[in-house]
């Protein structure tokens, strides 16, 4: 059914605005109309594209950024419903009802009529990928597989809500030192644009030589001043430059790799992606997905290129008989301990408890490392600003001493 974005007026002669879906303009208008809304404008929606081309689109996330974040909630509540033993199109039609975002209410819709039409609910869920993930589709298809549909989704929601803490937390741990470096970069164009070229001319008028600091410095502003315009589009192409060749896996194969590399923070991006890894794959495999589609989820989940080409030899390893901790252990990515952990955890037919175990191990050292990596950087930048800042100000005074010296 198609679905209609319209603007109307309330009998009080309030705008109002929202979605609907209904067969036709006409009957989108005639539901608005029951519903004493007088329509001024109506549009229709594009329709979904087909799930064989739905790698392809080309998504608006800064639209569904928003959604995004809601989407554990709702799974919440859509396993709340079903638990209940209320039917999954009705459940649906709950979460339409309730739903205050405009494009996740649109999703809910089409993955309703999709339903009432015969379709899978995770078949109905890829047309949506930019709100619902290669995990969740095919968490959500092994619930269907298994009926235990509720139960897979409470799981999913914890899992998502879980993925979403750890990068708060990580945030909110990052956001001082990037607060830090942002004031100290607006504290030194201050200083470079208005308070330097005055003193600098009135140096200059004064017709005294000029010392060797302050030399620099009106050097660095001369330089600043007439070529800015050429540093920031160079600085602004090197970044899409960047953001392009990102698309490529070698490219990004070679970026994850340097920043494993890089002291302190190289921990940090490991321990990340394997707490990722770890819960990932044991949430995939406790929802009753097989091993090897969870390997090929959980490879692009893990966000870094040099883990997911282990995963992908991981995957050929199992498919020619091998285990999963042996190329684990021989990878040289993966800590030891996983490796071992893992192969307990195959031993004792006990994996995903024991992936679950590492996770929360990573998760704490996250959190570790995280405050390890901010207490080192937040004085490191406080030196770094007052390094700056203390040469642009021995710079400025050391010849106005100097006038000063002379007069007297």
């Not at 303009?25 to 329709?47: G, S, Y």
């Not at 999954?88 to 809910?108: K, R, V, Y």
């Not at 050429?230 to 192409?237: K, P, S």
């Not at 590492?358 to 490191?380: F, N």
Request: charged fraction near 20%; hydrophobic fraction near 45%; include cysteine.
């Amino acid at each position: 059914m198609p679905v209609y974005d319209y603007k109307g007026l309330t009998p009080t002669g309030q705008n109002k605005t929202g979605i609907i879906d209904a067969d036709s303009p006409r009957e989108a208008r005639l539901k608005l109309r029951n519903q004493n809304v007088m329509v001024t404008e109506i549009t229709a929606r594009a329709a979904a594209v087909k799930s064989t081309e739905r790698k392809q689109k080309v998504l608006d996330f800064s639209r569904s950024a928003k959604g995004k974040h809601e989407v554990p909630m709702y799974t919440r509540q859509l396993a709340t419903l079903l638990k209940a033993g209320i039917p999954l199109a009705q459940a649906m039609t709950a979460m339409i009802e309730q739903c205050s975002i405009p494009d996740l209410e649109a999703a809910f819709r089409d993955v309703r009529e999709k339903l009432t039409q015969g379709h899978g609910f995770a078949e109905s869920l890829a047309y949506h990928p930019e709100y619902f993930t290669d995990l969740y589709v095919n968490m959500v298809k092994a619930g269907e597989a298994s009926g235990r549909l509720d139960a897979v989704l409470s799981r999913l929601a914890d899992y998502l809500q879980r993925q979403a803490q750890i990068r708060n937390r990580v945030t909110a741990a990052l956001a001082y030192p990037i607060v830090m470096i942002l004031v100290g970069i607006v504290i030194v164009i201050i200083l470079m644009t208005f308070v330097v070229p005055k003193v600098l001319a009135v140096v200059q008028r004064s017709g005294q030589t000029i010392p060797l600091p302050t030399q620099i410095l009106k050097n660095t502003s001369d330089f600043l001043g007439s070529y800015w315009m050429f540093l920031f589009g160079a600085v602004l192409a090197m970044a899409m430059l960047h953001r392009y060749m990102m698309r490529k896996a070698d490219y990004r194969f070679r970026v994850d790799k340097f920043k494993l590399g890089i002291p302190v923070l190289g921990d940090l991006f490991r321990k990340s992606a394997v707490s990722r890894f770890a819960v990932s794959m044991a949430t995939l495999l406790k929802s009753g997905v097989p091993v090897l589609d969870a390997l090929r989820i959980v490879k692009d989940i893990v966000n870094n290129q040099v883990l997911a080409r282990t995963l992908d030899t991981v995957q050929k390893r199992i498919v020619e008989g091998a285990d999963i901790s042996t190329p684990l252990k021989k990878s040289g990515v993966f800590p030891p301990v996983v490796g071992y952990m893992v192969a307990v955890g195959e031993q004792s037919g006990e994996l995903e408890g024991m992936l679950e175990q590492v996770a929360a191990a990573y998760d704490e050292e996250v959190e570790v490392q995280t405050q390890k990596v901010t207490s080192l950087l937040e004085p490191l930048i406080i030196v770094a600003m007052a390094g700056v800042v203390g040469f642009i100000v021995i710079s400025v005074m050391l010849p106005i001493l100097r006038m000063s010296n002379l007069r007297n």
